[in-house]
């Protein structure tokens, strides 16, 4: 997933005076706790509220609360699988087919049924080419659906989900995937509602289609949306037809537009927020000392880290690549410019995974990086040519960057140019490949190492850095047909030696999820994904 | 036909119009009476004093701190103003009273050339739309609204895409964008100018368009035009400030003002020094510059009288 888009901007700064101006509809604190309503910053404004087209961490926090896949959010866990509108399943010995028996009493939220046929459907649209879902490699594991998306069958039938009857939902997979059941806890997984889809704008591929909008929007999930105030909120109410509403404690949730994390900051601290998004860096240390209950860091499933355009020279040498990873302070930049606890990233794959193994796979060693820097032709630097180092517009990146190219400067005698750019212009500039280096971030979407591992497959969508291996793309392959957990871990295991060789990517640190959350807020717990059961939290 | 040379015998009934030669005012140019009567404007006088010891700090300043303003310490992020640093060191342990002179730097050259480019611009269009009248007025100034309902964002952008990014295309791209108000002003002013009896007289005695404008009405214009320069100046530094925000203008690590005042803004809570010692910075050239502007108005109208 991904991320980044708690994007400092003037428009939060605007929001922050419209709310102001105008926020006699929003309650404070006090007035929501009593009223049952969940008052949650929620970064940037949702680009899209359709599961299926969808891409960042926003979107998702207010889809999951919308729309219910067949695996539902654990309250505690992340790992562990939660029925959603699947009642119970099934698997065959290898993991390879699956049966999911939907809830008879699952409900869309105008009160049709939710079937087995809907999902047949919602995967038919994500995956038929045209409609161009950006996800759509979630699918994949799915038998013929590659080959579908790519063209190479043309008849739905053959890819491997079938709905017998109206309840039952059956799905073969390419290999052996016990991980499954986390992957479809992922939105690309959760259904639509056909006949809405199909009743607005141009047809069900339409992916600019209107039907997700205030008034039209149908989801199973256990809220309906309620009010989409552009660039101010999304309210979320109670669902009446939610087939588990009995459980759902919470009446409203207000997601907040709050781009501005210093404006969240604010406030939080004057009472409009239950729950922030984020935390400024800056602020860290000074809340640790004054809400030191309210303050929150939790590991958090991601990696942050740089990735190289490896078309343009000089980053098409291996040598010039490990030389910038090598030459990276990663303890200095976590213990004094990100100051949130973060782990220093040794290799790609974040701590969590409990039987994959912790490696350190690039180290600190500005000697090898000046020798290796030397052998790629320019000995302390010289002759090496103007390059940029690309971020998205905030605060936090433009640190982190700063401290790295100084960092560069001083152990290679390389100078680099920042450049920022606004999140719409750096995402083209990232999927163009119009750049030399671009800081990014990547947030696991279930629990296991190939949710990193996978995006560096040469034809992923989401590789842009141009690298592509061989070795590289059959290790991946295999580790998703290997029959056991030991030979799946093996493939991966040693992809990621690859990765960390070849260095497309230099990794920098890995996330934390840092935020405040009032002791009102019942139910939220640390979780690897961040993955929010709305229905489990209840105010006090 | 020649005229006599003695034209009457009376001659020498006229009075004597000979002037003692040390009552003789000596000729002397708009400059020089502007600046005559500037020096008389204390406080105009002291904030241009101001500017110009506020601009050769800057410039000249860094030179002389131990510091330089990329040279980071992240030893020591986020302190106080101490002897080692006068203003204290920012989020990264760089020195910020380095890098409050080097963003003056580009804060005020900034100002500077921006206004320059949107004043040439401004005035020539102007002066020239008025001047010339009828349809060619009309086009002229019409092009000029549709210009002011482009978004000025979009035009920027514009600009940096197609052109290399560098500092001095963004100062150019800000003038460009800035100048239709001054035009707008040039030409509200050139219009009611050229309907009076000197411009009249110049017409008369045959003198060139070009002359006409350059030497006749921009000068008449000039005190309207200064201050609105004068405001121009902020209104441009805040203008790179929002753009570098943007990702268009000055990239870090080079500070500007107006960056670190954004900087200084987020940290107000705990660290205000942050945002005190640029701000101060700012708003001291800002007061300077409008009082200076005052001043101008009053010095460089030709209408006030000169004694």
């Known amino acids: 997933m991904k991320f980044g888009r708690m994007v400092f901007g003037v428009g939060g700064v605007l929001t922050a005076v419209v709310l102001a101006g105008c926020g006699g509809g929003i309650p404070n604190v006090e007035e929501a706790t009593a009223r049952g309503i969940l008052l949650k910053g929620n970064g940037a404004e949702p680009k899209t509220l359709d599961p299926q087209v969808a891409t960042g961490v926003t979107e998702n926090k207010i889809i999951s609360a919308l729309i219910e896949g067949l695996i539902s959010y654990h309250p505690t866990d992340d790992e562990l699988p939660e029925p959603g509108v699947a009642e119970r399943w099934e698997a065959n010995e290898d993991y390879s087919e699956w049966t999911f028996f939907l809830r008879a009493d699952a409900r869309w939220s105008n009160g049709d049924p939710v079937t087995s046929h809907d999902f047949v459907w919602s995967y038919e649209r994500m995956l038929t080419p045209e409609f161009g879902a950006e996800y759509v490699e979630m699918l994949y594991p799915m038998e013929n659906a590659e080959a579908f998306h790519r063209g190479e069958l043309t008849d739905f039938s053959e890819v491997g989900v079938e709905a017998p009857d ?165 303890e200095a930049i976590v213990n004094r410019v990100t100051l949130g606890d973060q782990t220093p990233a040794y290799a790609f794959v974040p701590p969590g995974f409990d039987d994959y193994p912790r490696r350190r796979l690039v180290e600190h060693d500005p000697e090898t990086a000046r020798r290796l820097l030397a052998e790629a032709g320019f000995a302390e630097g010289g002759g090496f040519p103007r390059k940029f180092l690309l971020f998205n517009t905030l605060e936090d990146h433009r640190k982190i960057a700063e401290a790295v190219v100084s960092m560069w400067n001083r152990e290679l005698g390389i100078d680099f140019q920042l450049e920022n750019k606004e999140w719409r212009v750096y995402l083209e500039a990232q999927s163009q490949l119009d750049f030399d280096i671009s800081r990014a971030g990547w947030i696991g979407d279930y629990m296991d190492p190939v949710t990193f591992l996978e995006l560096w497959t040469t034809d992923n969508g989401n590789n842009n850095t141009g690298w592509s291996n061989a070795r590289y793309d059959e290790l991946i392959r295999e580790a998703f047909r290997s ?41 939220w717990n640390p979780k690897l994904l961040d993955n929010r059961p709305y229905k489990y939290l209840y105010l006090e | 036909m020649a005229f006599p040379k003695n034209i009457s015998p009376d001659a020498k009934r006229l009075p004597d119009l000979s002037i003692d030669p040390e009552q003789i005012e000596e000729g002397s140019s708009l400059w020089q009476d502007a600046w005559a009567r500037l020096r008389k404007n204390k406080l105009s006088l002291f904030s241009f004093w101001t500017l110009i010891v506020i601009a050769v700090v800057c410039f000249a300043g860094p030179l002389l701190t131990p510091y330089s303003y990329v040279e980071q310490d992240l030893e020591r992020t986020l302190q106080g103003p101490s002897w080692q640093h006068w203003f204290g060191t920012d989020d990264l342990g760089r020195d910020q009273l380095t890098r409050v002179l080097v963003g003056g730097r580009v804060s005020l050259t900034v100002g500077i050339i921006a206004t320059c480019v949107s004043l040439l611009i401004g005035v020539t269009y102007g002066a020239a739309a008025a001047y010339a009248g009828g349809k060619a007025e009309a086009v002229m100034m019409r092009m000029v609204d549709i210009l002011y309902a482009m ?150 109208d030709p209408k006030s009288s000169k004694d």
């Not at chain 2, 030409?187 to 009076?196: A, T």
């Not at chain 2, 942050?274 to 050239?285: K, M, Y």
Request: glycine residues 6%.
């Open chain 1, 166 to 330: 109206d309840h039952t939902l059956h799905i073969r997979l390419v290999g052996p995937t016990p991980f499954f059941l986390g992957m479809l806890k992922h939105y690309a997984w959760f259904p639509v509602h056909p006949p809405t889809v199909e009743a607005h704008g141009r047809g069900w591929l339409d992916r600019s289609s209107p039907w997700t909008l205030q008034g039209r929007y149908v989801g199973n999930g256990p809220f309906v949306l309620e009010e989409w105030r552009v660039n101010q909120y999304i309210r979320v109410t109670k669902s009446p037809t939610y087939w588990d509403r009995d459980q759902v404690r919470l009446n409203e949730i207000y997601f907040m537009v709050i781009e501005d994390v210093n404006t969240e900051q604010r406030m939080y601290a004057s009472g409009r927020l239950h729950v922030t998004n984020t935390v400024p860096s800056n602020d860290i240390a000074n809340l640790r000392r004054t809400r030191p209950e309210e303050l929150r860091l939790e590991p958090y499933l991601g990696t942050y880290f740089y990735r190289f355009n490896t078309t343009r020279p000089p980053f098409d040498d291996v040598r010039v690549r490990r030389a910038l990873a090598m030459a990276m302070d990663r």
């Open chain 1, 483 to 523: 029959k056991t957990q030991e030979a799946h871990y093996a493939a991966l295991i040693e992809a990621e030696e690859i990765l960390m060789a070849e260095m497309p990517v230099i990794p920098v640190y890995h996330y934390n999820r840092i935020y405040l959350i009032r002791p009102e807020v019942r139910g």
């Open chain 2, 151 to 300: 978004p000025f964002t979009i035009f920027v952008i514009l600009l940096m895409t197609i052109f290399e990014r560098s500092l001095l295309l963004l100062f150019i791209a800000i003038g460009a964008v800035e100048w239709l108000t001054m035009a707008r002003i040039v030409h509200g002013q050139v219009k009611s100018l050229k309907e009076q009896e000197f411009i009249e007289a110049a017409v008369s005695l045959g003198y060139g368009t070009r002359r006409i404008l350059f030497r006749h009405l921009i000068p008449n214009v000039l005190g309207v035009v200064t201050v609105y320069a004068t405001l121009t100046v902020p209104s441009v530094m805040l203008l790179e400030s929002f753009l570098s925000f943007l990702g268009l203008g000055v990239q870090p690590p080079q500070p500007s003002w107006g960056s670190l005042i954004k900087l200084g803004a987020d940290n107000i809570q705990l660290f205000p020094h942050l945002l005190v010692i640029p701000a101060f910075f700012f708003s001291l050239t800002l007061f300077c510059l409008n009082f200076l502007g005052d001043g101008l108005r009053d010095a460089l």
